[in-house]
């Protein structure tokens, strides 16, 4: 499936803080399993999206080098949690804490990789839009799409050192407690 150009409403969807979007790939990023709250908030088929790739949801707003740590972290055996902004098929957006882990076989060979997103806090999401919205400036003003996204994760490393944390604890530490 190519993946239709999308033009962003700029309109937010959300879903229900006991639902769980759930989604399968195989190693490269193809889907291969959808449930059906992922069905209904992203407003794709079953059949649309198994076989597609999942970035077929890819809002242009999310940053490339926070995609980049994801898939490395994945790629290296590891889970890693991360706020992400997904784009619905009409255009409209939901923001996610997705959880991603590698899926495993019997040899410890990576299969796919497994994922769950739960509606995230909004105070989290009011302060990572301001992160992302510098790291995407810092990835477009390069006019080589990968020299500008090493510059933003480079940002994005300045950042997590600056507050001596990793990603997954740095997004954990945006949430209100109460």
Known sequence: MIKPH???????VTFGDDEIIVSKTDPKGIITYANQTFIEVAGYTE?????????????????RCVFKLLWETIAAGNEIFAYVVN?????DHYWVLAHVTPSFNAQGHIVGY???RR??????IDKIVPIYASLK??????????EGMREAEAELG???????????????SLVQCV
């Open 6 to 12: 999308v033009q962003p409403t700029g309109h937010e």
């Open 47 to 63: 059949e649309e999206l198994l076989g597609a790739p999942h970035n077929v949801i890819r809002h242009p707003d999310m940053p």
């Open 87 to 91: 784009l619905c098929k009409n255009g």
């Open 114 to 116: 497994h994922s769950s």
């Open 119 to 124: 509606v995230p806090d909004r105070t989290a």
């Open 137 to 146: 400036k810092i990835e477009d003003s390069n006019p080589d799409w990968r």
């Open 158 to 172: 300045r950042l997590l050192e600056s507050v001596g944390m990793s990603y997954d604890e740095f997004a954990f």
